[in-house]
């Protein structure tokens, strides 16, 4: 922009280095307090406002003002193309106004309810794209002259620099929501819920590992949260900013597991046409997940024993040992123990995996946790699918508590998400749910036993399911059962019904 003698106004130097400054503030309301202060002084006025468009209520809106009524103003709208500022949003054109009181655009209700005697305007739109996004209004200038055409280039060339930076500010602040929003999520899809005791003392022993580099085995049936219990523990270790990464042993064929794990320099084998670092060079500073390591090869599960004693390996292919710094957890569902007595799992590297081991209860044994369990995946899949969270009949509650849940709470978790896809949307009936409880029944009248070993395994088994659903109060289990405490007590003792059935951690230093 130049002056008549060709010299550039000094005001926009000005501008431009304030412009620097606004580009880089990235919070929203702080970056709009500061364009309007900056356009209130630039422009010699005596008061401002920015406006913005809510798209959804097509409205604009007084965002922030300077000037004597500023608080007051927010308290106003305007429907796009009423009054002078509502104008310029509707046209996305700008507009210099000498004497508002001659432009038949001008609106005079605020200014009356303001008392504030608006004399000369500049008004200029705030354009992403040929969108308007808002309004610059400026009013009145201090040495009570109208504004003129050089003032409007200065607001001219001042909107068109800050508008960019509004909307990146918009931009950052939705991303910024959208990231807590997605942090929660996960945070809460890693949650690990129960309340019973068994659940308790897992996490308990999880915890107190938790500080410790010491290499741990989570065992325990399919779905019952090992690799849940994996995160846990490095989530509350010293590493928790280091990676965890997971890697299915049974999964790969062992060559591929190979790769996988050290990774391969260039020309290792054919394909290999760049390096790659595998996944414990991943996990350096943090924590491996080695699932189902109980199908790990022989040939692996010796290589594997090299890592764990020296902390360092090399690539496939490579030369030079890499030294890495991870935390090692292994999982399995099968028996280790069996595997190691029939010969198929070595027994170095178990005692060097299982320096402490952690069982994780089959969910049949914390039928108190069900319902808790029901409830949250019903959250969690109402908010995944922006719907009502549906009820669950006495019936459909009861069934789920009673069955046996071979899969644990993965098959829960599918069994609950079916359940509210086939119901109705309000209420889960027991025919909502893809679960056949008559086998659990059967299961313990086995044909071939006499009527009182039957009735006694029964009654064991009956104990034992209502104190796990009461988490192991007596009292309680004798108030569901109707029988007295100290009957229950003794009832509980002839039976040899396991009370704290469950032992969780052992802990075994080599
Ligand atoms: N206590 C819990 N609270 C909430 N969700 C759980 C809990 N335990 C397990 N889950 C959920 O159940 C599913 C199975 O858990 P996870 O994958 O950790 O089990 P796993 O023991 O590793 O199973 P597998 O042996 O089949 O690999 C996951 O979706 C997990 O989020
Ligand atoms: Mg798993």
Same mark, same amino acid.
């Given at each position: 922009m130049t002056i008549k003698d060709g010299s550039i106004d000094p005001k926009i130097g000005l501008l431009r280095d304030i412009s620097a400054i606004i580009t880089s503030v990235l919070d929203l309301d702080q970056l709009l307090g500061l364009i309007i202060d900056t356009a209130t002084r630039i422009m010699?006025?005596?008061?401002?406002?920015?406006?913005?468009?809510?798209?959804?209520?097509?409205?604009? =809106?007084? %965002?922030?003002?300077?000037?004597?009524?500023? !608080?007051?103003?927010?308290?106003?709208?305007?429907?796009?193309?009423?009054?002078?500022?509502? +104008?310029?949003?509707?046209?996305?054109?700008?507009?210099?106004?000498?004497?508002?009181?001659?432009?038949?655009? +001008?609106?005079?209700?605020?200014?009356?309810?303001?008392? %504030?005697?608006?004399?000369?305007?500049?008004?200029?739109p705030m354009k992403v794209q040929k969108r308007v996004i808002g309004v610059i209004e400026i009013i009145n200038r201090k040495d009570g002259k109208p504004f003129r055409k050089r003032d409007m280039d200065i607001l001219s060339a001042f909107t068109e620099l800050v508008t960019n930076a509004i909307e990146k500010a918009r931009r950052y602040r939705n991303v910024s929501k959208e990231n807590i929003f997605l942090k929660?999520? %996960?945070?809460?899809?890693?949650?690990?819920?129960?309340?019973?005791?068994?659940?308790?003392?897992?996490?308990?022993?999880?915890?107190?590992?938790?500080?410790?580099?010491?290499? /741990?085995?989570? /065992?325990?049936?399919?779905?019952?949260?090992? !690799?849940?219990?994996?995160?846990l523990v490095h989530n509350n270790s010293p590493r928790k900013r280091g990676p965890f990464v997971t890697v299915s042993c049974g999964a790969l064929p062992e060559t591929l597991?190979?790769? !996988?794990? $050290?990774?391969?320099?260039?020309?290792? $084998?054919?394909?290999?046409?760049?390096m790659k670092i595998g996944l414990f060079e991943a996990a350096d500073g943090g924590t491996i997940l080695l699932d189902e390591i109980g199908e790990m090869s022989q040939t692996m599960q010796v290589k594997?024993?090299?890592?764990?004693?020296?902390?360092? $390996?090399?690539?496939?292919?490579?030369?030079?040992?890499?030294?890495?710094?991870?935390?090692?957890?292994?999982?399995?569902?099968?028996?280790?123990?069996?595997?190691?007595?029939?010969?198929?799992?070595? !027994?170095?590297?178990?005692?060097?995996?299982?320096?402490?081991?952690?069982?994780?209860?089959?969910?049949?044994?914390?039928?108190?946790?069900?319902?808790?369990l029901i409830d949250h995946f019903l959250e969690r899949h109402t908010e995944e699918y922006n719907s009502i969270k549906p009820t669950i009949t006495k019936e459909a509650m009861e069934r789920m508590v009673n069955y046996h849940w071979p899969g644990n709470i993965r098959q829960l978790e599918n069994a609950v998400e079916r359940a509210v896809v086939m119901g109705n949307g309000k209420e889960i009936n027991s025919d909502d749910l893809p679960i056949d409880i008559? =086998?659990?029944?059967?299961?313990?009248?086995?044909?071939?036993?006499t009527l009182k070993e039957a009735q006694e395994r029964f009654k064991k088994e009956f104990l034992a399911k209502t104190l796990d659903y009461t988490n192991g109060n007596r009292t309680k289990a004798a108030s569901v059962l109707g029988i007295q405490r100290t009957y229950l007590s003794r009832l509980l003792k002839e039976l040899n019904v396991p009370g704290g059935r469950r032992r969780i951690m052992q802990s075994e230093v080599e």
């Open positions: 010699d006025a005596k008061a401002s406002s920015l406006l913005l468009v809510d798209e959804e209520r097509k409205k604009l =809106r007084f %965002f922030i003002s300077t000037g004597e009524k500023k !608080e007051k103003l927010k308290e106003y709208d305007l429907e796009l193309g009423e009054g002078i500022a509502g +104008w310029v949003a509707e046209n996305g054109k700008p507009l210099l106004i000498e004497d508002v009181k001659n432009d038949e655009r +001008w609106n005079s209700k605020i200014g009356k309810a303001l008392d %504030f005697d608006v004399k000369s305007m500049a008004c200029y929660k999520k %996960f945070e809460k899809s890693y949650q690990i819920i129960g309340k019973s005791k068994a659940v308790k003392d897992v996490i308990s022993d999880a915890l107190k590992v938790a500080d410790s580099k010491a290499n /741990t085995l989570l /065992t325990g049936e399919s779905g019952t949260g090992k !690799e849940l219990m994996a995160r597991l190979e790769r !996988e794990l $050290f990774g391969h320099e260039k020309g290792a $084998f054919t394909g290999a046409d760049k594997l024993l090299r890592v764990l004693q020296e902390s360092s $390996f090399f690539r496939i292919g490579g030369t030079s040992s890499i030294q890495v710094d991870v935390r090692i957890i292994a999982a399995t569902n099968q028996d280790l123990t069996t595997k190691v007595k029939e010969g198929s799992f070595r !027994e170095d590297l178990f005692y060097r995996l299982h320096v402490v081991s952690i069982k994780l209860p089959p969910l049949r044994d914390r039928i108190g946790d069900i319902p808790i008559t =086998r659990r029944e059967l299961d313990i009248v086995k044909v071939g036993s």
